[in-house]
């Protein structure tokens, strides 16, 4: 059971916009603490999409965009392409673990 | 460009301690945290721990008794140490540059290297 709670899987069809959430606690999103996201696509490493709750770095498409709200950030998806299916994680501090969580991870799939 | 290669035995036995080594090119260890990160198989990502490039470190409580963190800057290169494996502890695992402090981001990652704990 993750510290940061986000659906298994989220489904879309191409063109469309999907969100993914990631819900904390008071213990770390909630309680002030940021949320940064990262998609891993097939057999590659993550990668960085979103610091901060709101940063993209440089290179990452202006269509992913996150954002934070009391005790949980989301991740938007918006025209939706075939090759954003990939496994997207959030991932925060937690004060209760002093240390880094991930949330479980949330499938995406373009139909 | 940084980049981030780990390297180490990708077959451990029960009982015994996994070693990794992250070799850091393209920039300096110097001023940064580097974390170690795992996914076991058909599972998430679930943070081990970091250390400062002075040294100073901190881990994920549930391994905290099994791991050791520590860094060469003479070689750019930091290492993971988990003792006593198990089965449990198979999983790809991941270096990563930290940024940002403790509430920061990972934003260069390793490959990853694969390991199975067997006998």
């Known amino acids: 059971q993750s510290v940061l709670t986000q659906p298994p899987s989220v489904s879309g069809a191409p063109g469309q916009r999907v969100t993914i959430s990631c819900t904390g606690s008071s213990s770390n999103i909630g309680g002030g603490y940021d949320a940064h996201w990262y998609q891993r696509l097939p057999g590659t490493a993550p990668k960085l999409l979103i610091y901060g709750n709101t940063n993209r770095p440089s290179g990452v498409p202006d269509r992913f965009s996150g954002s934070k709200s009391g005790t949980s950030a989301s991740l938007a998806i918006t025209g939706l392409q075939a090759e954003d299916e990939a496994d997207y994680y959030c991932?925060?501090?937690?004060?209760?673990?002093?240390?880094?969580?991930f949330g479980g991870g949330t499938k995406l799939t373009v139909l | 460009q940084v980049q981030l290669q780990e390297s180490g035995p990708g077959l451990v036995k029960p009982s015994e301690t996994l070693s990794l080594t992250c070799t850091v090119s393209?920039?300096?260890?110097?001023?940064?945290?580097w974390s170690w990160i795992r996914q076991p198989p058909g599972k998430g990502l679930e943070w081990i721990g970091y250390?400062?490039?002075?040294?100073?470190?901190n881990y994920n409580p549930s391994l905290k008794s099994r791991v050791t963190i520590s860094v060469d800057m003479s070689k750019n290169q930091f290492s993971l140490k988990l003792s006593s494996v198990t089965a449990a502890d198979t999983a790809r695992y991941y270096c990563a540059r930290h940024e940002g402090g403790r509430n920061g981001w990972c934003d260069y990652w390793g490959q990853g290297t694969l390991v199975t704990v067997t006998s």
């Open positions: 393209g920039g300096s260890i110097r001023s940064y945290y």
């Open positions: 991932q925060s501090y937690d004060t209760r673990l002093s240390g880094s969580v």
């Open positions: 250390i400062y490039y002075s040294g100073s470190t």
